[in-house]
């Protein structure tokens, strides 16, 4: 199944199709506000910045499994980022990742790059999923991989036809 298949919401409650997005790179990312890894989200705006005129979007997904880190409604969270990390990258409703109500998008994700050895598990927030123009995704990365690593692969991908 590809990423292009799965439905959700934006946080505002309108329905978001990503069958719109093929042909572009993605970048998936389950989000947080209150977590150590949150400045992440300026990272994640400097490459969005400069790669989506070539294809690129960074869609964040507000999450509160992890130490109850996103306590906010969806709509509280994208004010915080556009405030606090001024961040333009469509944002979500807000779901979980793990467990018995994970969203379906999540459930493909991990499907397609399970973690550390074939964990189906996301272990904590700002996991990133890189998704190829064809909608299979890439590549997985930790919460720790920069905006270093992340750079790297996303050239290569966007430089795939």
């Given at each position: 199944m ?5 439905r ?12 719109a ?5 993605l ?13 992440q ?41 556009a ?14 990742v ?36 064809d ?27």
């Open positions: 590809s990423i292009h298949d799965h959700c919401h934006t946080a505002q409650g309108e329905s978001f199709n990503f069958a997005l093929r042909g572009q790179v970048l998936i990312v389950n989000v947080a506000s209150r977590c150590g890894f949150t400045p989200l300026r990272e994640l705006e400097r490459l969005y910045r400069r790669y989506r005129q070539r294809g690129f979007m960074v869609i964040g997904f507000p999450c509160n499994q992890f130490a109850r880190q996103s306590p906010e409604s969806a709509l509280d969270f994208c004010t915080l980022s405030r606090d990390y001024q961040v333009s990258f469509p944002l979500m409703e807000k779901v979980r793990n467990g018995r109500h994970a969203h379906p998008l999540f459930v493909e994700l991990k499907r397609q790059a399970p973690g550390v050895l074939g964990s189906g598990m996301v272990k904590w927030n700002f996991t990133k999923f890189l998704v190829g123009r909608g299979r995704v890439i590549r997985r990365f930790s919460p720790r991989h920069g905006e270093a690593e992340l750079r790297a692969a996303l050239e290569v991908a966007l430089d795939e036809v």
